[in-house]
């Protein structure tokens, strides 16, 4: 994953624009680092020539659409719990996704107990 990282910044640092898809990145290390790298990332491509959609579950890494504004903006999929149905609408909207997807399937097929209130 670092080598497919790395040879992003190489095509970037040709000068030429680019449309980067990022997709979770650093999903074999602890939370903190992943945080930590992420961000460094994003920031270090603010700096090229490019348009990047950075996929991410790090509700952390939201605050940088506030620090970085108009060069950071954040848009989710939301899903809806109703009727004890999870249901999404693939509606690109503003803002980052809130609800507890996993908490709540995981709720639905008996894997954790009642502490999550299914809808």
Do not use: W
């Amino acid at each position: 994953e670092l080598k497919k990282l790395r040879a992003i910044i190489d095509t970037l640092e040709t000068g030429e624009p680019a449309l980067v898809l990022i997709d979770e990145i650093l999903r074999g290390t602890n939370s903190d680092d992943k945080t930590h790298g992420s961000e460094e990332f994003i920031r270090k491509l603010i700096g090229f020539n490019c348009l990047t959609l950075f996929a991410t579950h790090d509700l952390s890494l939201s605050v940088l659409e506030n620090e970085l504004a108009g060069q950071v903006d954040n848009y989710c999929f939301e899903s809806v719990i109703k009727d004890g149905e999870l249901l999404f609408d693939y509606t690109l909207q503003r803002g980052v996704a809130r609800n507890k997807n996993a908490s709540f399937l995981m709720k639905k097929m008996g894997i954790i107990g009642s502490a999550f209130p299914v809808e």
